[in-house]
């Protein structure tokens, strides 16, 4: 799923797009992408984009009448931008893979795919702020707040950091890829209970967010160059552990492990982050059962296995 550094890099490239540019039309191409009722999709067209911001993990596009579209990209969404694009009916429009969404502006076409077959991916439209404000879950943005703040927000429930981290109530824009990110550059366990972290701790916690989003929202930033962005993905080969199952920790060496849950998993390096502990991953620790390392000592010393 987008996360932080990409959507903020949708969010420049839309602004210096269709910023002050009139909708000319759009069609919603799938039944359940829009899912409102009020205001109607035909009240915003020949109405002038305005602001383009992001709200949690949706890219909110301001129009004239105080209208708003709030688009959620979910795990497979993506954007695409054309400087400009022929007309099509909306039968033609159909039949191309993936496209849920299509809206022509006076300076181009956005177009809005989602990869797979499950449809999560969806657009809101809103009328007023107050409206807007309801689709926002309420996590804290991480550079509008203070450490206090931050440290509060942890501490309000019990849970794993990670879970905590990913959690859009507690904290916007983070999910499971740059959680892990975070948290190795913190050199903390991903399973670390929140009411056992002391003041320390959350400071180190604190600044590895905002390292960690700012340094990849910038890396993102450069690397497509004023382009609009094309390769938007979870997996990243700077990346430290994110997607690294097996790969050597680019800090110690040690092989990247990790934890399958649901759609999810985490990926962590036991000697930075866990103390030398390899967690049980549920599928292959019942594959393995006993001889299913327990420490880095043990991981080092299966067969075929060597730093």
């Known amino acids: ?22 909708l000319l039309s759009w069609h919603f191409l799938h039944p359940f992408l829009l899912r409102t009722v009020e205001p109607s999709p035909e009240s915003f067209l020949g ?32 954007l695409h931008w054309k400087e400009a694009e022929p007309a099509e009916n909306t039968a033609a429009l159909r039949k191309r893979g993936g496209t849920l969404f299509l809206a022509r502006f006076s300076t181009g076409t956005l177009s809005f795919t989602e990869a797979g077959t499950k449809r999560r991916a969806s657009i809101h439209l809103a009328h007023g702020t107050a409206a807007l404000d309801a689709l926002d879950p309420g996590g804290l943005e991480l ?25 859009p109530r507690l904290f916007s824009g983070i999910g499971n890829a740059y959680s892990d990110e975070i948290l190795h550059a913190a050199r ?18 604190f600044d590895a967010c905002r390292n960690v989003l700012a340094g990849w929202k910038n890396r993102l930033t450069e ?5 609009f962005p094309r390769k ?65 000592e043990e991981l080092e010393n299966l067969p075929g296995r060597s730093r």
């Open 1 to 22: 799923m987008p996360e932080y550094p990409d959507i903020e890099n949708y969010v420049e490239a839309l602004r210096d797009r269709i910023s002050g540019s009139e």
């Open 47 to 78: 109405l002038e984009a305005g602001s383009v911001t992001r709200r949690g993990k949706r890219i909110v596009i301001g129009f004239e009448k105080d209208l708003y579209a709030a688009i959620h990209l979910m795990i497979g969404g993506r």
């Open 143 to 167: 550079f509008d707040t203070t450490l206090e703040e931050f440290a509060g927000r942890l501490r309000s429930a019990n849970h794993t950091v990670k879970r905590s981290l990913t959690d």
């Open 188 to 205: 903390m366990s991903p399973f670390l209970q929140t009411s056992r972290m002391d003041d320390g701790q959350i400071a180190e916690l």
């Open 223 to 227: 690397e497509r160059k004023g382009q």
């Open 232 to 296: 938007v993905t979870a997996f990243h080969a700077q990346m430290a552990v994110h997607g690294k199952y097996g790969k050597p920790c680019p800090v110690c060496g040690t092989p990247v492990q990790r934890i399958r849950y649901a759609d999810n998993e985490s990926n962590y390096c036991p000697r930075c982050q866990t103390g030398g502990t390899v967690y049980a991953d549920r599928a292959l620790s019942r594959l393995l059962k006993d001889d299913w390392p327990r420490s880095v």
